[in-house]
Structures are given as structure tokens and as C-alpha cells.
């Protein structure tokens, strides 16, 4: 009966250890975002909400023109700094991208062409973040044309 009930106490162990160590690794596994860009819109794919931790986000250009996604901690759009004199890099009513502190710059895609996908991953904690398209070319600049997305990080 000693064996037996040591036998069983053994087994449980082993079953809560597995059951354990799966959750683990579930956990750690990366949220993945599909992020679609085109003429002048970017939609993340399943919605604009992912949970903190390492979240992979694969950014496909859907339109015609090269666009890319820059990804910045922000409360939202409209708080973003913008270039407001001529004559620089950007064009006035673009993000000026230097004057974000770079704590709060998570990073980018590059250029991404038409019907490319670049994959990017990001650690990111809860807060509100914002995604944007900040090129310039004879189409005008594509944040203020309107290319850009509030995205939530929750706990």
C-alpha cells in the first residue's frame, strides 16, 4: 500500500510539474499582429490591442507606394511633435521623429514595398502606443495624409 500511494503521489507531481512548465511556455510565446499598410491607412490585424510582453507584428505594404510603420509610445496622434518649418528632412505636418524621447521609441520597419512583408518584434509594456507611416515623397507626407493608428498594450 506504501509503494502504491508513493506511486501516486509521484505520478501527481509529475503531471502538475508538466502542466506547469506548459503554461510557461505558452506564456512566452509572442502575440503576432498582422499590420496591413496601403494608401493612407494602417489596420492591425486582429484589432488594436495586444497584451504586454514580446509582441511580433508582421507589417505587409498593400498598396502601391512604399510605406513603413514606425512605432512609438505615445497617448496618441495628436500629441506626436510635428515638424513645423521648411526647408529640414521632413515636410511641415510630418512627425519630427528626433524630438520623441528615445524611451519612448520602440522602433521600426524600414521602407517596406509594395507587396512586401517585413516582421518586426517588439518588447512592449501596458500603455497606449502609436503606429505611423512618416515618408515623404511626391504624394505628399503619409502622416498627415493620415497614416497613422492608436494601439493599446494591456497588462
Not at 88 to 98: Q, S
Amino acid at each position: 500500500m506504501v509503494k502504491r500511494t508513493f506511486g501516486v503521489v509521484v505520478t501527481m507531481a509529475l503531471v502538475v510539474a508538466f502542466v506547469s512548465a506548459t503554461d510557461a511556455c505558452a506564456a512566452r510565446k509572442p502575440t503576432v499582429i498582422t499590420v496591413d499598410l496601403s494608401e493612407f491607412t494602417i489596420a492591425p490585424l486582429p484589432s488594436a490591442e495586444a497584451k504586454a510582453g514580446t509582441v511580433r507584428m508582421k507589417v505587409t505594404d498593400k498598396g502601391t507606394l512604399t510605406h513603413e510603420m514606425v512605432l512609438v509610445r505615445a497617448a496618441s496622434e495628436t500629441v506626436l511633435p510635428k515638424v513645423t518649418s521648411a526647408g529640414g528632412e521632413r515636410t511641415v505636418g510630418a512627425v519630427d521623429e528626433e524630438a520623441i524621447p528615445e524611451k519612448d521609441t520602440m522602433g521600426e520597419t524600414g521602407d517596406v514595398k509594395a507587396g512586401k512583408t517585413v516582421t518586426k518584434t517588439f518588447k512592449l509594456r501596458p500603455g497606449k502606443y502609436v503606429m505611423f507611416c512618416n515618408i515623404d515623397d511626391a504624394s505628399g507626407n503619409h502622416f498627415s495624409k493620415g497614416m497613422s493608428m492608436g494601439f493599446v498594450v494591456t497588462k
